[in-house]
T-cell receptor
Framework: KQEVTQIPAALSVPEGENLVLNCSFTDSAIYNLQWFRQDPGKGLTSLLLIQSSQREQTSGRLNASLDKSSGRSTLYIAASQPGDSATYLCAVSNTGNQFYFGTGTSLTVIP | DAGVTQSPTHLIKTRGQHVTLRCSPISGHKSVSWYQQVLGQGPQFIFQYYEKEERGRGNFPDRFSARQFPNYSSELNVNALLLGDSALYLC???????????????FGEGSRLTVL
């Protein structure tokens, strides 16, 4: 069974810092890897999708990379802002029917 | 364009009762998935439906059931509610890519169920 781990569980940084969130998975035979943002009590907002044939995706200040062979992905956030404060979730799909989620990294950006 | 919509947003039930949650996917999406998120955890897969057929089921008891309608909306039903069913229930819609794999997931705001 696929297991997804996210480190650190919580992170607090001053505004303007660049930061990296980590995601690791046990089964490298993935089809998709997707990063989400979740605000307290809300649903998930899709940030970036990386297909298995891709190495990275970029959207604005966000950059996600994928290394299937080592079972790792990173989400890089440049010039962090207080509005970036949220929980960031990583999810991977294997067979294509379901996504397996990590427990998330809770990010606080201090003004 | 409207995103994924779910109803109700919040509901409170007592043990043993039944609940029905509803989801309307993004226009053009034919696949709907249901996830359960317990406080402090990542979402857990419950079901996926495509073209009204079940294409995947997670490790949940038979008290959980779902269906998809011709307009691609979906219902999640939970019978004989237990305290442990208290959670945020999330619906996601997606395209299916070539090969039948699930594409990018788009989630609704969820239905917060509290079982007393």
């Amino acid at each position: 069974k696929q297991e997804v781990t996210q480190i650190p569980a919580a992170l607090s940084v001053p505004e303007g810092e660049n930061l990296v969130l980590n995601c690791s998975f046990t089964d490298s035979a993935i089809y998709n890897l997707q990063w989400f943002r979740q605000d307290p009590g809300k649903g998930l907002t899709s940030l970036l999708l990386i297909q298995s044939s891709q190495r990275e995706q970029t959207s604005g200040r966000l950059n996600a990379s994928l290394d299937k062979s080592s079972g790792r992905s990173t989400l890089y956030i440049a010039a962090s802002q207080p509005g970036d404060s949220a929980t960031y979730l990583c999810a991977v799909s294997n067979t294509g029917n379901q996504f397996y989620f990590g427990t998330g990294t809770s990010l606080t950006v201090i003004p | 364009d409207a995103g994924v919509t779910q109803s109700p947003t919040h509901l409170i039930k007592t043990r043993g009762q039944h609940v029905t949650l509803r989801c309307s996917p993004i226009s053009g999406h034919k696949s709907v998935s249901w996830y359960q998120q317990v406080l402090g955890q990542g979402p857990q897969f419950i079901f996926q439906y495509y073209e009204k057929e079940e294409r995947g089921r997670g490790n949940f008891p038979d008290r959980f059931s779902a269906r998809q309608f011709p307009n691609y909306s979906s219902e999640l039903n939970v019978n004989a509610l237990l305290l442990g069913d208290s959670a945020l229930y999330l619906c996601a819609s997606s395209h299916l890519a070539s090969g039948g794999f699930t594409g990018e997931l788009f989630f609704g705001e969820g239905s917060r169920l509290t079982v007393l």
